[in-house]
């Protein structure tokens, strides 16, 4: 080896990876030919076995697309879809549109069941550690309110009790009863639940249940939902254009915002 | 209906939609209560139901499902990949790393599938007008030609033969087989390589095949593209992220940019 | 030299550029050391200085900053206000707000000046070669409305006449009288408005001459206002931090947006 | 007053600004016509007036011109600058490539001047409050250390002494003797420096006590960073345009990232 290939392969190493290996006529995903998942493998499926190395079991990835499905629309109330569809009037591309709608899902609007998820977690390592579930829940409780009067994943501004609660929770149940997860994020968002009642969990509360059942670090419960909300990022943004509309404004023409001297 | 109807009324037109209804306790997506979907579809589901407004088939879902994995990563060689790396270490969330790699697939990174679905579409129309699909194929590759040498879906400045251009076609071959899809798309889409032999298909090609073959409209094969690839922008960034490195370069710092004075 | 050098080269090279040289100790901004620069130039200098390798004249150098004032706001109906007011309340950034109002100054919202200035460009360029600035005016008004019935810089769907011509028109008029700048461009602009009067002329068709008669080319016309806008986009969204809401939408609350199945 | 204007007041007020008030054939910046201002201030005033309030004395607006001009660029090496080189090869606008660019200065990228800011901050009200400048420094950098090793605005990864340093500091010496501005938040930057020396400020510190001196809160220190900053990503970004790369990956194609099997 000479020096050439010593900075050759700095420059290489700059660029390492571990997800995918692309060569002249070969593609790998951790280590899969794309070959072998073509026709074999849903979206679903890469998704996991891109974040983790590893295909997931049906059960599993039946419950990562709930969790993604419960993501994917708001509709234009939320700012994600409503930015998009305004960007997509503006003579950009789609894909200009949904980076738009992607790119405001920050700690406010997308972090809710990242931070939801870190909580469950900590409940679940103090349960673990000897606490019992019940303790660990009135600890971690107390503990989040100290910095917010709101729990994550907890209430909703919109939605009295949101109706994707039930059905996740439901499934999760019958996962846990077949042995597919443990159960433990479960127990940890329904004690959560039942301590702050009547405040019902909402959509962040239950994926985040999913997520950590599943064995997602909180972090990703942000990545999935961006997955998750492209969706409905892509279809409302689609529609606008359909319209034809050019520099959409968020309000009608007919009314002008309000100017207050300061 | 008083004034104030009105006034409310234009204001909630303005922000209309058919893909889905909010309201207090409910979410439906193309009139479908969120409580039926879940569990009960996949995420590749509920993209084709937001965008189209229907449930797809089981055959249909699994053709989408395999050029959405076909598009979900090509290593960090593509600049969407290298950018949301690179942004995920400049201190922003995940999902604004996500969001700058989605913007770059422009029509040049992302818009080859839309170009080559429209050139199909072309052929296929000639064809139906009687013209035959050798004849729709040289004349439209001729008109093509007219603006650039290249023709979008066909060779790869990487791979001498893309692998996954035959898992692909021969989904949708047995798919023609079975009655799935008509088989148009296919067969201009292998017309036109026959004719400009032997420079092979793409992903692009491939994938703009099935995206014609299910009924989708040209500016969707972009939209679902950024769908696919979004899979690997996260799971690419999200490695970043796992090695703490901060204002990650393009190149190691060892190496300084030329610089030429103009 | 050796082989590692040929790599570490052919890496600089790939990164090379003539617009600055940094090295440990040293920034040079178009072979002028920084130290130079500070307290001795204006941003507006460093703007022409990045652009164009040279230091403008304090004329020119007011001729920008006109174009560039002339862009800066137009209040929160302008999708790029609106959607950085709505993302600066979804826990991102300031930058990551900035940036999705910069986002959406596509073809329609960010590119009437630079049509503007090419339509410009081919009369001054059919004038030159001998047509005359009526007959060249005439044959290129006629070119464009055959791909469109709008001219790109005239007319404006908000202003019966727009505040900010008279004064820009008026700036370059003084500026050709003083012999700054040779008036060919604002000749091009007259002749235009006078040939679809009682059609205006707006802000893009204002800055465009002044930007033509500075000899920035028309991609540049697009980058200029988007510098000039994300003054305005910063001091809204800024404004709207400070009003702390969360997770703004595009209307109040009360309001829903109307739902109408396909 | 009738319903309907009840709700389109409720509208109105849901997007009011102090910033600029836009009615047909009125533009106002912070109450000033447009037409005042065009030709009579700078892109620096406007700056100032848009995000104040009020216009800058000419002593001011050189110190504020002086911190933007020292933001303005950092070469390639700069995950904003390459992000946005890689981005414009891509089929994208020059809007969408600086968008990138911002997109990614954030905390760690874009956030040391207002990190620095609200660190000068804390030293100037403790010694305002009887602690004496000396003093505050100490504890206020001891609390700052218990955070992070690394003080924001002190150091620099790439210079030994950042060249920008000793240019603005003079600056500010002479605004200070002149009685343009207090010196507090110089005071304040000296003090952490000698405290810690030999480590120098860099252009993070010495910007953050122009913009301190000047008057801005520490998250505008970001937003005029990403202003200054935007001028040097734009002049980047159109360069590359210029060379007519195609999808520019971040090394060149002759070298394969490395692939590491998890």
Known sequence: MNAGDDVRREVAEWWATSVSRIEPGVIELRGRPIQDLLGAASITDV????????????????????????SADHGPHAPSI???????????????????GVNVMGDVHGGAGQQCLEMYTEIRDLARDGAGVAEATRSTIARWRERSRYLPGFGHRFHPRDPRRDPLVGLVERAVADGVVDGEFLAAGLAVEAAI???PMNVDGATAIIY?????????????????RSVGILAHAWEETQGGRRIKGPIPPSITPAYHPA
Chains 1, 2, 3, 4 share one sequence.
């Open 47 to 70: 998704i996991w076995l891109l974040l983790r190395g590893e295909r997931p079991s049906e059960r599993q990835a039946a419950l990562l697309d709930a969790a993604l499905v419960a």
């Open 82 to 100: 409503a930015i998009a569809r305004m960007s997509a009037t503006c003579g950009v591309g789609l894909n200009n549109a949904i980076a738009n």
């Open 197 to 199: 009642a009547p405040v």
């Open 212 to 228: 950590g059942e599943l064995g997602f670090p909180a972090p990703l419960a942000r990545g999935l939902f961006v997955l998750g």
